[in-house]
């Protein structure tokens, strides 16, 4: 596994905690010979213990590029740093730092890097990458993909007709009065497909899920005001968690772990997890969820389900 893999647990449920080891990084095998400047450092996978997700950061350097080629499975993405060009069916481009991208199956995808400087995302896929010695592929090459990279341009985030691409960086502690600072008529447009899901001193903005189109993963960002906390839960599916800014404690197989910025974790299937901001400042981070959970019943509160044994079941513990 590409990484500094710091624990990974199985006792409280599959959970693994992962610190950055670029000198793990490599050409993922699939592109080995085809691709100019592109590496990759893998987070959370199959060796991680994930059988979902597979979360990495790649790599572009100046003049760089990943040729055209389709995936037999979903891909979203983040840019950290950089600029990428990117071409996404049948359209090109320009992405910059907090853009983020859905690439559905089967979809042509390609990138290139045309400025002076590396460019950097956060990227994952489900289901995992198949390896070499499975015998399989789940990456191919079409030879009649058009190269459409030289036209690539920033999106135009106004664009009603724009689906697989966006941008966003965050909120801010105030973004609640921020937003009724313009005047009321011809305010830029808002609605469901731009609501923030806040509670408990927590903000949650979706990137990639049903409503871009996606079936198999989920892609969001968190951030967590001073004194904001997710009490102990587990989900039936995998979450992995990319810490972009501030540190916290988090809770996670019922061990606490510090996280810091580039930080990378695996919440997998009945792994118990929790956060409460208590100390320092604001945290933010990238969340991933694999398979897209279901409409009901994707969470499980342990301390309800004790509730409900003390008050329903004779108040009896068993084993």
């Known amino acids: 596994m590409g990484n500094h893999l710091v624990e990974r647990t199985a006792a409280h449920g599959p959970s693994a905690v992962v610190r950055q080891d670029w000198t793990a990084a490599a050409t993922p095998w699939q592109f080995t010979g085809r691709s100019e400047g592109f590496d990759r450092l893998d987070l959370i996978g199959a060796g991680t213990g994930s059988v979902h997700t597979d979360l990495g950061i790649g790599r572009l350097e100046p003049g760089g590029r990943v040729p055209a080629h389709v995936r037999a499975g979903e891909q979203a993405l983040y840019v950290l740093d950089g600029e990428m060009a990117v071409q996404l069916e049948e359209n090109a481009y320009l992405l910059r730092p907090g853009d983020f991208a859905f690439i559905p199956q089967g979809a042509v995808f390609a990138c290139a890097n045309r400025s002076s400087t590396e460019a950097r995302w956060l990227d994952v896929s489900s289901p995992v990458s198949l390896q070499p010695e499975s015998g399989r592929r789940d990456t191919f090459f079409p030879t009649a993909a058009p190269d459409l990279l030289s036209r690539a341009a920033p999106p135009d985030l106004g664009d ?4 697989l691409v966006g941008h966003y960086e965050g909120t801010d502690p105030d973004h609640l009065a921020e937003a009724v600072k313009s005047p009321a008529r011809g305010r830029e ?6 609501a923030l899901l806040t509670y408990s001193g927590i903000s949650v903005k979706m990137l990639v899920d049903r409503n871009r ?3 198999l993963l989920t892609l969001f960002m968190v951030d967590y005001e001073v004194g904001g906390a997710a009490q102990s839960h587990d989900h039936p599916f995998e979450e992995g968690y990319f810490f972009l800014s501030g540190e916290t404690d988090f809770e996670l197989g019922g ?3 510090h996280f810091r910025p580039g930080d990378a974790a695996l919440a997998g ?3 118990t997890h929790a956060c409460y901001n208590t100390e320092g400042g604001r945290v933010r981070w990238l969340e991933t969820q694999a398979p897209v959970p279901p409409q009901l019943h994707s969470y499980r509160w342990p301390s ?3 509730r409900f044994e003390a008050g329903y079941c004779g108040g009896e513990r068993r084993a």
């Open 269 to 271: 299937v009945g792994t």
């Open 213 to 215: 189109g996606a079936h």
């Open 160 to 163: 009603p007709t724009l689906r």
């Open 304 to 306: 309800d389900w004790d």
């Open 189 to 194: 447009s808002a609605g469901m497909y731009s």
């Open 255 to 257: 061990q606490v772990h």
